[in-house]
């Protein structure tokens, strides 16, 4: 089992950045991959970003791509979501998540993770 806590989500106005933090405990596998998705009410959970802890390998949405840098830091076992220049799109509930054993072609795709956190709500708004 893998337990996901998310945090730094916030109500902010369009241009700034965040810090999104997902602290992960229990059996977590050195080639597995921890991603955020995100979700609005009515829409499906889309992918965001990804990074496998093994090679560091890093995966963005083509939404997100040069906004958003994914990090790891393995002592911690916590990755890091920095969010920049925010629009009101970004606005969604981010959900940090986990796969062990996830392969580089599977690294986008929601069925690939087993573990989720409970999510923190970013919103951007003038």
């Known amino acids: 089992q893998v337990q996901l806590a998310e945090s730094g989500g916030e109500s902010v106005q369009p241009g700034t950045s965040l810090t999104l933090t997902c602290v992960a405990s229990?059996?977590?596998?050195?080639?597995?991959?921890t991603g955020w998705f995100r979700q609005t009410p009515g829409s499906e959970r889309e992918f965001v970003a990804a990074?496998?802890?093994?090679?560091?390998?890093?995966h963005y949405s083509d939404s997100v791509k040069g906004r958003f840098t994914i990090s790891r830091d393995r002592q911690r076992s916590t990755i890091r979501l920095q969010v920049n220049s925010l629009k009101p799109e970004d606005s969604a509930v981010y959900y940090c998540?986990?796969?062990?054993?996830?392969?580089?072609?599977?690294?986008?795709?929601?069925?690939?993770?087993?573990?989720w956190g409970q999510g923190t709500q970013v919103t951007v708004s003038s």
């Open positions: 998540t986990h796969g062990n054993g996830i392969i580089l072609s599977a690294v986008r795709s929601i069925d690939a993770y087993a573990y």
């Open positions: 229990g059996r977590t596998s050195p080639n597995g991959a």
């Open positions: 990074i496998r802890w093994h090679t560091g390998s890093t």
